[in-house]
Each structure stands twice: as C-alpha cells, then as structure tokens.
C-alpha cells in the first residue's frame, strides 16, 4: 500500500491508546491518517484528544439504542469514511454481525492481557486475581466472539510479587502503548496474512 492508510477508531472512554496511535502517525511511524474518531459516550477523553489533534469526531450515543439499530447506524458512518482499518481503542462494546460483516478482516482491537486467557472485562484484575506470574497485551482481529479473533501480536508482561491489579495495569498499558502502534503498522505495510487463525507476519 503506497497511499495512506484511511484508519477509523472506535472509543469509549480515556483514549490513551487513542493518542498513542496517533502521535505514532504524527512521528511518521505508519504511513496512515485518522480519517474519523467515533465516540459511543458522549464524555470520553478520546474526544478532546482527537479535536486537540485536528481529527474529526462522531458522537454517535449508543445509550438506550437497540443494539441492531445502533449497529445500523455505524455501519454507515464508517462506510462514509471508507476506512481501511477500524482500530477499536477501548470501545466498551460488542462489534455486532453487521459490523463484522461489512468490514470483515479489517476490524482490530487490543485486549489487556494475553488472549486466550482472560478475556472480557477487566482483565488485567482477572490475570492478577488469578496468580498468573506473566501477563501482557495482544492485539487481535475482531470476529464474532468477545476476544476471541485472530491473534497479530502479543506482548508479555511479568507480574511482581509487590504489584497490585493498579500497578500492573500501568505497566500492561505502556506495552499497550507500543504494542498497537506496531500491529497498525505491520497492517498498513501489507505485511499481515491470515492464514485461518494464524496471522503470519512479512518480516523483511
Ligand atoms: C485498554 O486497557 C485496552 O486494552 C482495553 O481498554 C483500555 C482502553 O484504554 N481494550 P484507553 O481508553 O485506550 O486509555
């Protein structure tokens, strides 16, 4: 892919990997735009770091909206912005079908710990919780399941016997940070092939 790659982000909340990604792309460490950040909640940090960053917003709530019609409604906002790749960044929701559907094998996300183990929702507490001594970060295609698409990277993380689920966390989350702007990369460079669940990376 010689042009740039046309990127949409799906948030829900802080937006720290939001920001990575795109000061990733300020650094001219992939060969991308931020075409649409696209906002669930109306009071997410992604918001005003993507309008302090000259990239446009889309609130598109989704409290009170059945899942199906809201899906409906994504679908057509992304394809408004004809997106190569929709990068989820903390987006607290299922993609539905629908999504899957319209943009299959395009969609990634990043999960805080390393996948199979621990997905869903606090994972970072669940891998403490659970006495695991290595943890980490993957980031992943999205298909149907929750977190359960094909795995691009991964990144592991030692737990310490002082940690707490908060210092973890942290230490998880500066992985995150590098981790993402890595996979968006290999996938604007054209270097990620999907073998059924193995994404085999062109390293050159
Ligand atoms: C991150 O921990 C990410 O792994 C998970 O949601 C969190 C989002 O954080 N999917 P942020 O909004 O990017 O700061």
New binding site residues.
């Given amino acids: 892919m010689s042009d740039k790659t046309r990127i949409a982000v799906l948030?829900?909340?802080?937006?720290?990997?939001?920001?990575?990604i795109a000061d990733a792309i300020k650094r001219d460490e992939i060969n991308a735009e931020i075409v649409l950040l696209i906002c669930n909640k109306p009071d997410?940090?992604?918001i005003d770091a993507a309008r302090f960053r000259g990239i446009e917003v889309k609130i598109l709530q989704s409290k009170g909206v059945p899942a199906p019609e809201y899906d409906e409604k994504l679908v057509q906002v992304l394809k408004s912005c004809n997106p190569d790749l929709i990068v989820?960044?903390?987006?607290?929701k299922i993609v539905g079908k629908q999504i899957i559907d319209a943009f299959p094998m395009k969609i990634i996300?990043?999960?805080?710990a390393l996948l199979p183990s621990f997905p869903g929702l606090d994972?970072?507490k669940q891998a403490f919780d659970y006495g695991v001594k290595v943890t980490g970060?993957t980031v992943h295609f999205v298909d149907e399941g929750v977190d359960t698409g094909p795995v691009i990277l991964q990144k592991s993380v030692l737990v310490d016997d002082d940690d707490t689920a908060e210092t973890l966390?942290k230490r998880?989350?500066a992985e995150?940070h590098r981790l993402y702007p890595e996979a968006i990369r290999l996938f604007s460079e054209g270097k990620l092939k999907i073998e059924g669940r193995r994404v085999i990376i062109e390293r050159s």
């Fill in positions: 948030a829900s909340g802080r937006g720290s990997n939001f920001v990575s997410a940090g992604a989820l960044a903390g987006y607290m996300n990043i999960h805080p994972a970072q970060c966390s998880i989350l995150e």
